[in-house]
């Protein structure tokens, strides 16, 4: 009995197996789903030594990641290059173009932007008083 209702079962599911695809939803090639991944990852910045450069990478879920060349950053892509402000790619599948690039927005040194100075503050020395008499 119990090898009937196996059969029976399989046989309900082998039409299921065969459905093609819903002709409603978009399809989406495995290039386009690994380029769509790619690019929730973000370039923070790169940090670089005369024996090797690393990259900071932000993943989609807020993970920080450090990265160097030859190091996989998702299943079916590695680290090809790192530079003064970008980090390369390389796609293991046969994708059009084989290679993603990651860029640093703006300054070179970008983390030189945020700094800002207050020139309404002066150093004194102890027991001196400012001229408005604080």
């Given at each position: 009995?119990?090898r009937?209702?196996?059969w029976g079962?399989?046989i ?8 093609p695809p ?9 290039c ?7 690019s ?7 940090i ?6 690393t990259?900071?990478?932000l ?8 990265m ?7 299943p079916g892509?590695?680290i090809e290059?790192?530079g003064t402000g ?10 059009q ?6 860029e ?10 945020g700094?800002?100075s207050d020139s309404?503050s ?11 008499g604080r």
């Amino acid at each position: 009995m119990n090898r009937s209702l196996c059969w029976g079962f399989f046989i309900a599911m082998a039409p299921v197996w065969a459905m093609p695809p819903n002709p409603f939803q978009p399809q989406i090639s495995p290039c386009e789903k690994l380029t769509g991944q790619l690019s929730t990852w973000v370039l923070q910045g790169v940090i670089s030594s005369p024996r090797t450069n690393t990259a900071l990478m932000l993943s989609p879920q807020g993970a920080w990641r450090r990265m160097k060349v030859d190091m996989e950053l998702i299943p079916g892509a590695k680290i090809e290059s790192i530079g003064t402000g970008f980090v390369n790619a390389r796609l293991e599948l046969a994708c059009q173009p084989s290679s993603y690039r990651w860029e640093l927005k703006g300054k070179t040194y970008a983390m030189d932007s945020g700094i800002t100075s207050d020139s309404g503050s002066a150093i004194r020395k102890p027991g001196e008083s400012d001229k408005s008499g604080r």
